[in-house]
Each structure stands twice: as structure tokens, then as C-alpha cells.
């Protein structure tokens, strides 16, 4: 007869530890099962991201924790999208919100009519019709009303905050919950001799910590998932080239952009993420086009304020592991694979995926079915979000270095052909199951890379032009009289969750 789970062993910290441990934890309020956190202070978590998307709202307000004190804990600001420069070609920019263009009329798609409106020369901009992008050109913020007046007023928001300091405040909440914290270091992982299946592991102090679950969260290095159970990885270079990312922080200048900018440059991108108390700041790239020292001569040439730190060095390689769940331990964050944080994802897979644990949570039999379809779901999420981040590169119009000529060149999955063709043919957006990023989010870069729908649907002619400018005026004038009645985003902070001086 099989038994209910009793001991859980997350192994690593960080991000990706203390979600799983908060979790945990709150699940097993009233049931008999101990959760023990292993970590190791002499090892430093990588910590690069610090953007994410609006899921994680959700994920703290499940937890029970207090918005404004954990903005004021973290040194968050808000987070409207990202704006991209430079990336159809040097001297462009549109934004990725985290809303909807426009609405539907009579039924049909908003985006047919603008690409009908288009198709007859009226140069419409689809960022001129979503009220974040609207809020987000004015550098202000307002968070949404749970009853908005219009439709068009509907919107969702993320964070940007220190990841450590997020860790940090995680690792208190689940402390004070029962969670126990062992500051170790992981010397050997000892496997059942007859199943395969994790045991214990002893740590370099002589202890034996055992379990009936294991949580991977040791990094890259997966000290268990891979190095325990060899479970595989499953390499994606051949379409992200990026492999490469140097990562520093200076002192915050000038106001708080209520959004991330992702800036192309010669051989990937640079990301600048603003705290309360300092910026974020990166360069993604490819060691195949770009050596680390003009990697880094870019990244310094183009920051302001001043370094707070000398620029710290990452290597990864684009993929995921071949199972995020094998036999009794489940990978979380970079122990399961690394897609590049073009789109702020890393944090939000960490939390996908323990909703996933927690839906399919194993008793001591570790059903094969249930292993097989977290591990299908998974697999799923992640090929749609590498196709999404595929998409960036491959639309880029860009020719003035190898890598960009390289991207528009490569050739790409299947999955993303499809959607990209569809697009083209007459403006239909595809989605398949388990998509992160919905039909606005393919649409705004369809858009902003300018990418051409061949045709338009027929019903949007059923609307004659002169009542559609009408409409579509009257949907602009409502967005602008609704933003300029906001504050900045800095105003904003500095009213509400203000965090002490660091």
C-alpha cells in the first residue's frame, strides 16, 4: 500500500530553493511532512535575474505575503514590459506589454482591422491601443482596478527585484513556517542499491540527511539530477546562440523606468533592470561571435552611474534537462535547463513547475504516469518559450554583424515555422497547449518586427474604413485621457513602498 510522502530535501538555495521551500511548506500546513533546505554558504547563487512576469503576483499573493512589504524588502519597482531597441534594426524600438491591443468588433480579432487599416495606407501603431504600452511611453504606473471602466484599461504587472534579497525574505517566511535550514555542503548523494532511486545525502560535515523526496536546486552543475541520476540534456544551440552573459550593477540614475529595456547589440543583447536602490545591467552573447574582453568593453561603454561591482562572468548552454522528474527527484531552476532571461522566464518556470509537483504530488509508489506527464507538460512549456525567444532573433532585420546575419539565416524548429507562415498567410495567431507568452505577446512581435500579414480577415471588412478611424480614435483618446490622469512611476513608489536606504 503506498504512503504519503513524510520528508522532502530540497538541495540549494537561492530563487529557485526557498520558492520551492515557501511552497512546500504552505502546502503541507496540517500534514505530516518535513521539509529541510541543504545550502551551502561558501557557494554563491548566480542571481543574474532580477525581472519577472506577472505570474509571480499570483505566486506571493497564494502565499499570503503582504504586496508592499515585500516591494519594500526587495527593492522592487514595477514592471510594465520590455522595451526592445535596436532589435528589428539599430535605431528602432517597440514594447512587449503585458496586456492586450485594442478590442474585439463585432466579434472579430482587434489586430485584423489594424492590418486592414494598414493593407490601405493608414499607418496605424497596434502599441497605440494597449494602455500599459500607453503608461509606459509616459514613464508612469497605476495598478490596475479590479473593476476597470473599459476593457481597455485591463492590464497586468511583474517586478523587478534583487534576487537575493527575494531569496532572502523567502527563506524567513519559511523558516518561521517550519522549514528546516541546514547551511551545508553536499559531498555525496547516495542512491537506493535495488531502484535507482536517491536515498540520502552526506554532507561534507559527516551528517546523512535522508528523504522520500529530493529537490534539485544546485545550479547548473544539477547534483543530483544529472550527476546522481544522469538523466541527460538536451542542447538548443543551434537556434539561441547566446551562451555567454556578463552581469554588474551600477548606482540608479535619472528616474525609474516602470519596465525593462533589452537593447541589441553586435553579438546578443544588454538588459537594464532598475531597482529602487540600483540598476541591473547585462550583455547577453555568443563566445562564437564575441570574445569575453570586447564583450565586456561593450557591456562598460554602455551603462550609467557608477559600478557598484566588477562585471561577473556566466557560462551556460541553451537547453533543458531531458526530465525535470526522474524516479524521486524533481529539478527546479537552473538544475532543469536555461533558456536565456530575454523574456524574464527563469523565475516563472521555477513557479510553473512547482505547480506542477504540487498537482502531481507523489506518494511513496513515484507513479511512472504522473512522472510522465509533469515531464511531458513541462518538456511543452519549454519548447514554446524557446520558440518564442527564437522568434526575436530570426525576425530581426538586422545585417551589420555575423551573428545577426547568422540568426536570420538559421534554420528553425518546425513549430516556430508554422506559426510564423499562419502569421504571414492572413494574420492568425497560433497557439498550442501550455503557452507561456498568449496571442497579444505573438502579436507585438509580429508587429514590431514588422513582420507582413498577407491578408487580413474578410469580416473585418464589414466595418467601413471611415466608421473603424472613428472607432479606433476614440479607442486612443480613451487610453490617453485614462493614462494622463496616473503619476510617474517613481512618484508612485515613493508614495506607496518606498524601501529603506540599503
Known sequence: MPQPIKNIVIVGGGTAGWMAAASLVKYSQGKNLSICLIESSQIATVGVGEATIPNIVEFNRT???DERELIKATQATFKLGIQFEDWYQQGTRFFHPFADFGLKIDQ???????NRMNANGYQQNI??????????????FAQPHPNPPSPLADYSYAYHFDASLYAKYLQNFSV???VQHIDAKVERVNLQPDKGFIKSVSLQDGREIAGDLFIDCSGFQGLLIEQALHTGYEDWSQWLFCDSALAMQTERTGPINPFTRSIARDAGWQWNIPLQHRTGNGYIYSSQFQDDAAAKNILLSNVTGKALNEPRKLSFTPGRRKQIWNKNCFALGLASGFLEP???TSISLVQTAIAKLLSFFPDSEFNPADIAEVNR???REMENIRDFLILHYKLSQRSDSEFWRQCQSMAIPESLAHKIALYESRGHIVLHDNESFQASSWLCMYHGFKLPAHRYDPRADNVTLAVLEQKLTQMRNNLESIASQTMSHQQFIQMHCQAEPL
Do not use: M, P, R, T
Open 377 to 379: 507538460l513541462h518538456n
Open 108 to 114: 472579430v480579432e482587434f489586430h485584423q482591422y489594424i
Open 342 to 344: 530575454l523574456e524574464s
Open 127 to 140: 502599441e497605440d491601443y494597449c494602455f500599459a504600452s500607453v503608461l509606459a511611453k509616459k514613464g508612469n
Open 63 to 65: 502565499l499570503g505575503i
Open 176 to 178: 518561521k513556517l517550519g
